[in-house]
């Protein structure tokens, strides 16, 4: 069979071929040694879960050091055109270049690809070192906006001819110089959010909780504050859940109207009847309540969509919870044109680079999610079943070693046959 590239068909769904062509970058620092032991895993997995039927050709993709070695550019536009043109690729980190054009080759491609889901799920696997008391709590996903937000990159610094224009706007046109604590030294952000951002992040995430028939999607913001950009994202994500999947969710808006229409008691009663048609509760919470609850009371969030830097937070506190900083996978989406980028969360950890020592687990898993968005749910499943076997056991690497009893320290490489051993 020849390989071929995954394509988006019509309908809107992604058409996996069996022999796909998936780009990678190997990335930076750690990368080689964490895409090495990741990759030897995947392959073994498809391997034994499909026997030889079905198989990933890999492609190498430029970005990063090497690239800027090879080409002079730290992300050409090669790299781009061909991420783009093949729908599916897998990174592992990448240096954030000092000076020069880019800020930072990750937001780069989430741009230019639109990938306007960072996608963080965040559960414990047994045994993973924790600092909270029953990490087993916590399960859930993070939709975290991608696009939009204070993230936008729209600030000027105090003291430019930007930021004096800027402020000349807000005082004469707008009225709103008063609001500036210290006008003349005061550096400015913008933050957009916008109807269509909030609508698309909220309707991926509802269709994922629905796809799972997971029990709730809770909005995160910080809307009393913030209440035309936060305040809207939440009432917009209300409104789309009600609008495009009425039958299928309950929405704590609809509680509020059934309660000052009906009273309180039908109003709960209402929301006890959804509950028990399996339909998908749909609340929000504010975004500081949500980081206390993810400590107090994890158990009660399945899916969260938030904004961009909410999600920022959230998604490392929340990995943290479950001692999952290294071992936390993600990906950046956009589920419209089919395009994602499966990353590691962690950084490229340069000391440690070419000593075979760190933890593959977050691109491994990175790399888990993309079976899992491919369809090859069953090789994502055995990989995950081995890789929890593997750490139960207390076979582990450097960073998990330090802080277990009676653990095994393992190399990269040793850890990756380990897993491999124990695919069923
Ligand atoms: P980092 O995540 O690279 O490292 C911080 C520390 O975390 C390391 O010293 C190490 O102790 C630990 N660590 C990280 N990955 C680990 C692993 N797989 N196994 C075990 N321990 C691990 O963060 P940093 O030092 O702030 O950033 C270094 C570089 O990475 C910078 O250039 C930064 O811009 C870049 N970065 C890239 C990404 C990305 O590509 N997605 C993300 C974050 C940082």
Same mark, same amino acid.
């Given at each position: ?152 990159? =729209? ?47 909220? %309707? ?7 796809? %799972? ?55 709960? *009663? ?44 959230? *998604? ?19 589920? =419209? ?13 340069? %000391? ?13 898993? *990175? ?25 139960? %056991? ?31």
């Amino acid at each position: 069979m020849t390989p071929q590239k995954i394509t988006m068909g019509p309908d809107g769904l992604l058409k996996v071929p069996d022999f796909p062509i998936v780009p990678f970058i190997e990335g930076d620092g750690i990368g080689p040694d964490v895409w090495a032991a990741s990759k030897m895993i995947l392959d073994a997995a498809v391997e034994k879960t499909y026997g030889g039927t079905r198989k990933i050709e890999w492609k190498e993709i430029l970005a990063g050091e090497k690239a800027y070695k090879q080409t002079g550019e730290w992300l050409p536009a090669e790299t781009l055109d061909i991420a783009r043109e093949y729908l599916v690729s897998i990174k592992g980190p990448l240096t954030t270049p000092v000076g020069g054009g880019i800020r930072s080759l990750n937001v780069a491609l989430r741009q230019e690809l639109d990938l306007y889901v960072c996608l963080r799920p965040v559960k414990w696997y047994k045994g993973v070192p924790s600092p909270v008391l029953r990490p087993e709590n916590t399960n859930m996903v993070i939709f975290r906006e991608n696009t939009e937000d204070i993230y936008a990159g =729209i600030e000027w610094a105090a003291g430019t001819p930007e930021a004096k224009k800027l402020l000349d706007f807000l005082t004469n046109e707008l009225g709103a110089g008063k609001k500036i604590r210290f006008p003349e030294t005061s550096a400015f952000g913008i933050k957009p959010v916008s109807k269509e951002g909030s609508e698309r992040l909220v %309707r991926s995430a509802l269709k994922y909780a629905l796809e %799972r028939k997971l029990p709730s999607l809770t909005l995160v913001h910080k809307g009393n504050i913030m209440k035309f950009t936060e305040g809207a994202f939440k009432q917009w994500g209300y409104d789309v859940a009600e609008r495009e999947f009425g039958d299928q969710v309950y929405t704590w808006g609809q509680w509020e109207k059934a309660k000052k229409t009906q009273g309180e008691e039908e109003a709960n *009663s209402r929301m006890k009847k959804a509950e028990a048609q399996g339909k998908l509760i749909v609340k929000d919470v504010i975004a500081d309540n949500f980081l206390q609850q993810l400590l107090l009371a994890p158990q009660d969030y399945s899916v969260v969509a938030t904004l961009n830097l909410n999600g920022d937070y959230i *998604s490392d506190a929340a990995a943290a919870s479950v001692g999952g900083i290294g071992i936390s996978p993600g990906a950046n989406i956009n589920y =419209i044109t089919g395009h994602a980028v499966f990353e590691a969360t962690h950084g490229t950890a340069p %000391r440690f680079a070419n000593t075979n020592t760190m933890n593959p687990s977050s691109l491994l898993l *990175s790399g888990v999610m993309m079976l899992e968005y491919m369809g090859w749910q069953e090789a994502a499943d055995s990989i995950e079943k081995a890789l929890a076997e593997t750490i139960m %056991r207390k076979r582990v690497t450097i960073d998990f070693y330090n802080l277990m009893n009676d653990a095994t320290l393992l190399k990269t490489s040793e850890f990756a046959q380990e897993v491999v051993k124990a695919l069923a």
